[in-house]
């Protein structure tokens, strides 16, 4: 199993820095947002009657109080979810290693069955499960009934003989009479092996080299 430790104490590092610089730069906004304040303030009470301020004048400075202002609570938003990744980001990641991971993503075949799990089918009056090798080559197709029932996979090729050990994507297809009417990736469930801190995002790796975006991970199980 991967070791994590270096990995986390570098992001923790990294998430700890960017904090304080965030809470910086608010602190500095607000005391900025604070000066403008009392400026705009002293500059309408100290106004010559006579002369006042233009209405183009004043909606531009109240626009420029608007921006300081957004940049405020901006800075705020990002120093909170700083705060919550620093919180427990990277730790909650490591104890997804071993478990099972689901996702719209590509499997490892390695002669076991490969359970599927399409979407109910939203349209069309007939429906297939299409399996495409790791070079995007159609390999097998089947019929499915679009209820959302788990699909098993068993290698198995309507051509004859098997597929080979390897790594398969697997679309479900909707058809209209002869017209396509939609078409989706199948989730399916997989051991995560490593967790890869990248600077996109965190990236969830499984068996065969398969590797997605800790974002498209739908649903977590242990092994049973």
């Known amino acids: 199993m991967m070791d994590l430790g270096p990995v986390s104490t570098r992001n923790s590092g990294a998430q700890a820095q960017s904090g304080s610089q965030a809470a910086a730069a608010a602190d500095k906004l607000s005391s900025d947002f604070e000066t403008f304040l009392r400026l705009l303030t002293t500059q309408i009470s ?10 183009e004048q004043f909606a531009s400075q109240l626009a420029t109080f608007s921006t300081v202002e957004q940049s405020v609570r901006t800075n705020d ?7 919550g990744q620093g919180a427990g980001g990277s730790g909650d990641l490591a104890g997804w290693i071993g478990r099972e991971a689901r996702a719209p993503m590509a499997a490892r075949y390695d002669g076991a069955p490969v359970t599927l799990y399409p979407e109910p089918a939203a349209a069309g009056d007939r429906h297939a499960l299409v399996v495409l090798d790791a070079s995007g080559t159609e390999i097998d197709r089947r019929v ?16 004859g003989g098997a597929a ?9 297809e909707s058809y209209e009479g002869e017209s396509l009417a939609a078409s989706a990736p199948v989730e399916t469930y997989a051991r995560v092996s490593e967790v890869r801190f990248a600077p996109d995002g965190a990236r969830l790796i499984f068996a065969g080299g398969v590797e997605i975006g800790v974002e498209h ?7 049973d």
Not at 77 to 83: F, N, S, Y
Not at 144 to 159: E, F, H
């Open 46 to 55: 100290s106004q010559d009657p006579l002369d006042p301020m233009k209405p």
């Open 77 to 83: 938003l990002l120093e909170r979810i700083l705060a």
């Open 144 to 159: 499915i009934d679009g209820s959302g029932d788990p699909v098993a996979w068993d290698g198995r090729l309507r051509t």
């Open 164 to 172: 080979p050990d390897g790594v398969y994507r697997f679309v479900a």
């Open 217 to 223: 991970a739908t649903a977590l199980r242990a092994l």
